[in-house]
Nanobody, 120 residues
Framework: QVQLVESGGGLVQPGGSLRLSCAIS????????MNWYRQAPGKQRELVAH???????NYADSVEGRFTISRDNAKNTVYLQMTSLKPEDTAVYYC??????????????WGQGTQVTVSS
């Protein structure tokens, strides 16, 4: 069984920083692309940042230059460093990953989400 567990969310003032982590555990053979999404109240879930297995990255325009996605393949963990946070960054942040299990099946897995609130 595969699990994705996010951590690092919380309350931060505008202009502050947070670092989210997403640790993947279970019967994993290989992890492909990893992503961070977010969903604000009353809005659709949106892709925030994407990182390939080789480390290439892409970002939503709204976070470009402020957020950095990275991964530690040895730890099966993806990170999202968020700086210069704005109130509009307030949302539940989810990680997901495409991966192959030791049993040979491939699919996308999601974490449970972590709340980020940017407010003074």
């Amino acid at each position: 069984q595969v699990q994705l567990v996010e951590s690092g969310g919380g309350l931060v003032q505008p202009g502050g920083s947070l670092r989210l982590s997403c640790a993947i555990s279970g019967s994993i053979f290989s992890i492909y692309a990893m992503n961070w999404y977010r969903q604000a109240p009353g809005k659709q879930r949106e892709l925030v940042a994407h990182i390939t297995s080789s480390g290439m990255t892409n970002y939503a325009d709204s976070v470009e230059g402020r957020f950095t996605i990275s991964r530690d393949n040895a730890k099966n963990t993806v990170y999202l460093q968020m700086t210069s946070l704005k109130p509009e960054d307030t949302a539940v942040y989810y990680c997901n990953a495409g991966l192959m299990t030791l049993g040979g099946s491939s699919r996308v897995y999601w974490g449970q989400g972590t709340q980020v609130t940017v407010s003074s």
